[in-house]
């Protein structure tokens, strides 16, 4: 394994990707859909464009996600306020319980990760992550 930061980031997070989707194909899930599952359970009715913008995809990506979804019977998409622009995503009962099962998955992964790292070295790394991320993210 090389030693750089960024070939290590990158094989982590295909690890961490790898393992969630191998639980979540368990469930009928596709790419793309945990993420969105995991968002909607704390943001419903928003907007598709807002759920592409936390979960860092395309908008067109994030659009034919959700019509998977909705086909699936996992989301539902409506107009509201007389608002013709706009669809606003709800979760339907299948989708929350989906939902619920992608929290696991994601808790189950987590804890397998961390496995061997005390509390104060995981709030380090999170820490640490997450100002990489700010760093990385400025002025794009």
């Not at 982590?12 to 639980?23: D, G, N, W």
């Not at 509201?80 to 606003?88: A, I, Q």
């Not at 994601?106 to 005390?118: I, M, P, Q, W, Y």
């Amino acid at each position: 394994m090389q030693n750089s930061f960024h070939h290590v980031l990158m094989m982590t997070h295909l690890s961490f990707h790898k393992r969630i989707m191998a639980e979540a194909k368990k469930l009928g899930l596709t790419s793309g859909q945990p993420k969105i599952l995991e968002f909607l359970s704390e943001n419903e009715g928003v907007e598709q464009k807002t759920i592409a913008e936390h979960c860092e995809i395309e908008r067109a990506s994030a659009g034919s996600i959700l019509g998977r979804m909705e086909s699936a019977g996992l989301i539902e998409r409506r107009r509201e306020g007389g608002n013709r622009r706009s669809l606003y995503v709800y979760l339907t009962p299948a989708g929350k319980e989906a939902a619920a099962n992608v929290e696991r998955i994601f808790a189950d992964t987590e804890k397998l990760a961390f496995a061997g790292l005390d509390e104060k070295e995981v709030e380090k790394l999170f820490s640490a992550l997450k100002k990489v991320y700010e760093n990385t993210n400025a002025n794009l």
